[in-house]
């Protein structure tokens, strides 16, 4: 059984930076893509980024040129860096392997 479980969320000025993690158990974390979702209150989940497996990344519109999606197969994590964090960006983010999510972390930007 997957699981996914994501840290590196909290509080964050607009203008400010944090860096997501998200670890995998218990499947072949390399041979598949990964990506970041959120979801804000009110609002259905959207894509934040994705990488593939060989590392080719796709962003959603609202995130191009201030977020970065890697990946550590080695160590079964894939991370999101979030800079120049705007207000609108607070939402829970989650973290996902084909069909399996993480619980989310909650990240808040503050104007």
């Known amino acids: 059984q997957v699981q996914l479980v994501e840290s590196g969320g909290g509080l964050a000025q607009a203008g400010g930076s944090l860096r997501l993690s998200c670890v995998a158990s218990g499947g072949t974390f390399s041979s598949y893509g990964m990506g970041w979702y959120r979801q804000a209150p009110g609002k259905q989940r959207e894509l934040v980024a994705i990488i593939s497996r060989w590392g080719t990344t796709n962003y959603g519109d609202s995130v191009k040129g201030r977020f970065t999606i890697s990946r550590d197969n080695a160590e079964a994590m894939v991370f999101l860096q979030m800079n120049t964090l705007k207000p609108e960006d607070t939402a829970i983010y989650y973290c996902?392997?084909?069909?399996?999510w993480g619980k989310g972390t909650l990240v808040t930007v503050s104007s």
């Open positions: 996902n392997l084909g069909r399996y």
